[in-house]
């Protein structure tokens, strides 16, 4: 038996976070949010301090946007905006709830100097899109069903100038395209099939067919809530069997605690924004 063993390389990135200072769980809008559950502020913010430091000590850069009192939300900084190659395709949120937390993005991306496009159809940034460089001179992922409208998939085709892949998620439990599918690396995925219809299905086995595949624990436990530099996964530290996965195809699994996180439905990624300048 010839068994490949394949070198998974790390690439410098930079992120933005948003610290979790005014959390809370006084809505739901996901199956996940029970609203009135009590929320540890000061233990969020720890956790969420250890997850930007494990960032930190990959050598990864992570700016950070000031949370706003009135928006408990915010920490899930991914679904802000989605940025490629120095455009950013803003973000527009379902739910009124979150509105204004698009202009607090937008505010950071212009004051950096970035092209950002407002978007003209409802979208939540990096929780409905992902990205892989190395595929079709860049593939855009693009989940629907819950959150992002479909017209937003065509939207940020054009915007961005890259082809996007429309995925359809079936499970309210798996409501943005984050905690369903994650990027590895350049090329391939890690996802829950039990999160998608059967033809979107049939779409992720053929695009790929080394993609590591979690099982509805996995999901469960927002395993696939992970953000990948090619080598270390970051993910939650309730998801040990995805971790194995993960570590028999050559990646790095860097477990995190997040729980306090979990009671407003979302984990390690949710947290995070990719800011991608090249
Ligand atoms: N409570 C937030 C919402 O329902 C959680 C967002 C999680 N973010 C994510 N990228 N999946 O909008």
């Known amino acids: ?24 769980v006084g809505y739901a809008i996901n199956p996940w949010m029970a609203p009135g559950t009590p929320v540890d502020v000061e233990l969020a913010v720890k956790q ?9 000590g990959l050598g990864h850069t992570v700016h950070v946007l000031p949370p706003g009192p009135e928006l408990p939300d915010m920490v899930y900084a991914a679904n802000g905006a989605f ?14 709830q979150r509105s204004a ?18 978007p ?12 892989l460089p190395g595929r079709l001179g860049g593939l855009v992922l693009a989940g629907h069903g819950f959150r992002t409208d479909p017209a937003a998939h065509a939207e940020a085709q054009s915007v961005l100038g890259r082809p996007v892949l429309s995925l359809h998620l079936s499970d309210p439990r798996f409501y943005h395209l984050d905690v369903a599918l994650a990027a590895l690396d350049d090329h391939t995925v890690a996802y829950f099939p039990g999160a998608f ?42 998801a040990t069997g995805l971790a194995a996965k993960l570590r028999a195809a050559g990646y790095e699994p860097v477990p995190v605690e997040l ?10 990624r949710c947290c995070i924004a990719e800011l991608r300048s090249a």
């Open 48 to 56: 969420w301090t250890v997850l930007r430091d494990t960032l930190l």
């Open 101 to 118: 937390e698009a202009d607090r993005h937008r505010a950071f991306y212009l004051e950096q100097g970035w092209r950002y496009v407002a």
């Open 83 to 96: 940025s490629v190659h120095g455009v950013v395709y803003g973000a527009r949120f379902r739910y009124p």
């Open 259 to 268: 729980g306090e996180l979990k009671k407003g439905g979302g984990s390690v």
């Open 197 to 238: 219809t059967a033809p979107t299905r049939q779409i992720l086995r053929n695009a790929f067919p080394d993609a590591v595949i979690a099982d509805e624990d996995d999901a469960l436990a927002f395993g696939l809530n992970l953000i990948s530099d090619g080598r270390h996964a970051v993910l939650n530290s309730e």
């Open 120 to 131: 003209t159809v409802i979208n939540e940034g990096e929780g409905d899109f992902a990205y």
């Open 1 to 24: 038996m010839i068994v490949r063993v394949v070198e998974r390389k790390p690439r410098k990135r930079t992120y933005l976070m948003c610290p979790p200072e005014y959390f809370a």
